[in-house]
Structures are given as structure tokens and as C-alpha cells.
């Protein structure tokens, strides 16, 4: 099984939309079972694949030991691909009931998903190098950077490739790619973007 992080430090680099597109290309042309887990508070796979967050449970109760996987899981539109999707209470969950109380916290995740029975789980992270993402991080395999040839995306890539590097000299995971959008070709900041990358 592959876990991915889909991240970034900035908002606007289609980071939902790349894991929207992966896990459906994985599971409609690849065959393969693909967990979408949507762990940014702000919900926009979720609501993306049709759901409303207000009306279902995210992950955050299996975090705090309170629901199982199994009840958090969603079946989607696209055959083979799954969703656990978001709500507001992902927000500050590490600071709220069995997880502030627990020194390794962020291993939380990494532990609940080691029996999935899926090809691929992609991880769609906040836009910030917050608890959440660092624990999926911990709990994956790889990370894929999103980034968008500009100024604040080239400084934002530059601080969360440091803090990939970190987790992985502890954890393992290695970077994947860094996945472009909205490229232009005689975009000004091309050069500076291609130097970082």
C-alpha cells in the first residue's frame, strides 16, 4: 500500500484538485482501490465529491479513539475510490480530548491506517505546516508538492521542503514530485520557480 501526502504551503496550487484527479484516475483506469482522506478543515474534497461535511464525520473521532475507520468511510461516485472526508473539527483536534494528552500524537494516524486494504491512500493536507500535516506525513510513504510558478509558492516551497526533510530523516518519507499548475511559459518568476524545483 502507497500513502501520499498531497501538500503545500500555500493555498491555490490545485493540491485538492490533483488528489481529486490522481485517486480517480488510480481507481477508474488503473483498477486500483484508492482512500481519499480529507484532512484540511476546510473540506473542499469533500464537498467536491458531492458531500456535505456539516452532515458527515471525519476522521477526527477515529483519531480520538471514539469511531472506528469503517464508520468514517464513505463510498464515492467513482467506483473503486473512497473518501473519508472533513469537517471544522479537524481544525484543532490534537489539542482536544485523548490527543492532548498524548505525547505522540502526530504517530496517530500513521497507525490507524497500517491495515487499510487499498492500493493507494491520498492524503489531502491543509495548506500549512500544522499538526495535521506533519502527522500525514509521518503516515506516508511519499509526499507530492503542489506548487504554482510564482513568488510566494517558490518561498513556500522552499519552507516546506525543510520540513519534509525533517519528518523524513525520522520517518522515512520521501518526495515524490512537485506537481505544476497554472504554468505559463513566459511567466516571470519561471526561472527562480525551475532553480528551487
Given at each position: 500500500?502507497?500513502?501520499?501526502s498531497?501538500?503545500?504551503?500555500?493555498?491555490?496550487?490545485a493540491?485538492?484538485?490533483?488528489?481529486?484527479?490522481?485517486?480517480?484516475?488510480?481507481?477508474?483506469?488503473?483498477?486500483?482501490?484508492?482512500?481519499?482522506?480529507?484532512?484540511?478543515?476546510q473540506?473542499?474534497?469533500t464537498?467536491?465529491?458531492?458531500?456535505?461535511?456539516?452532515?458527515?464525520?471525519?476522521?477526527?473521532?477515529?483519531?480520538?479513539g471514539?469511531?472506528?475507520?469503517?464508520?468514517?468511510?464513505?463510498?464515492?461516485?467513482?467506483?473503486?475510490?473512497?473518501?473519508?472526508?472533513?469537517?471544522?473539527?479537524?481544525?484543532?483536534?490534537e489539542?482536544?480530548?485523548?490527543?492532548?494528552?498524548?505525547?505522540?500524537?502526530?504517530?496517530?494516524?500513521?497507525?490507524?491506517?497500517?491495515?487499510?486494504?487499498?492500493?493507494?491512500?491520498?492524503?489531502?493536507t491543509?495548506?500549512?505546516?500544522?499538526?495535521?500535516?506533519?502527522?500525514?506525513?509521518?503516515?506516508?510513504?511519499?509526499?507530492?508538492?503542489?506548487?504554482?510558478?510564482?513568488?510566494?509558492?517558490?518561498?513556500?516551497?522552499?519552507?516546506?521542503?525543510?520540513?519534509?526533510?525533517?519528518?523524513?530523516?525520522?520517518?522515512?518519507?520521501?518526495?515524490?514530485?512537485?506537481?505544476?499548475s497554472?504554468?505559463?511559459?513566459?511567466?516571470?518568476?519561471?526561472?527562480?520557480?525551475?532553480?528551487?524545483?
Amino acid at each position: 500500500m502507497q500513502i501520499i501526502s498531497v501538500s503545500s504551503f500555500k493555498g491555490g496550487t490545485a493540491k485538492t484538485s490533483t488528489s481529486l484527479h490522481l485517486g480517480s484516475a488510480l481507481a477508474l483506469f488503473h483498477q486500483k482501490k484508492v482512500l481519499l482522506i480529507d484532512f484540511d478543515a476546510q473540506a473542499n474534497l469533500t464537498t467536491g465529491l458531492g458531500f456535505d461535511p456539516d452532515e458527515q464525520d471525519s476522521i477526527a473521532p477515529v483519531l480520538q479513539g471514539e469511531k472506528t475507520l469503517q464508520e468514517v468511510i464513505l463510498t464515492t461516485c467513482v467506483p473503486g475510490m473512497h473518501i473519508i472526508p472533513a469537517d471544522t473539527w479537524l481544525e484543532r483536534v490534537e489539542v482536544s480530548g485523548a490527543l492532548a494528552a498524548d505525547r505522540y500524537s502526530h504517530e496517530r494516524l500513521k497507525e490507524i491506517l497500517r491495515e487499510l486494504p487499498y492500493d493507494f491512500i491520498l492524503i489531502d493536507t491543509p495548506p500549512s505546516l500544522c499538526w495535521l500535516t506533519e502527522s500525514s506525513l509521518i503516515a506516508s510513504n511519499h509526499s507530492l508538492v503542489c506548487a504554482t510558478p510564482e513568488f510566494y509558492s517558490v518561498k513556500g516551497l522552499q519552507r516546506l521542503s525543510l520540513f519534509i526533510n525533517n519528518i523524513s530523516e525520522r520517518h522515512g518519507t520521501k518526495i515524490l514530485g512537485v506537481s505544476l499548475s497554472f504554468w505559463n511559459p513566459r511567466g516571470k518568476s519561471n526561472d527562480a520557480f525551475l532553480k528551487v524545483i
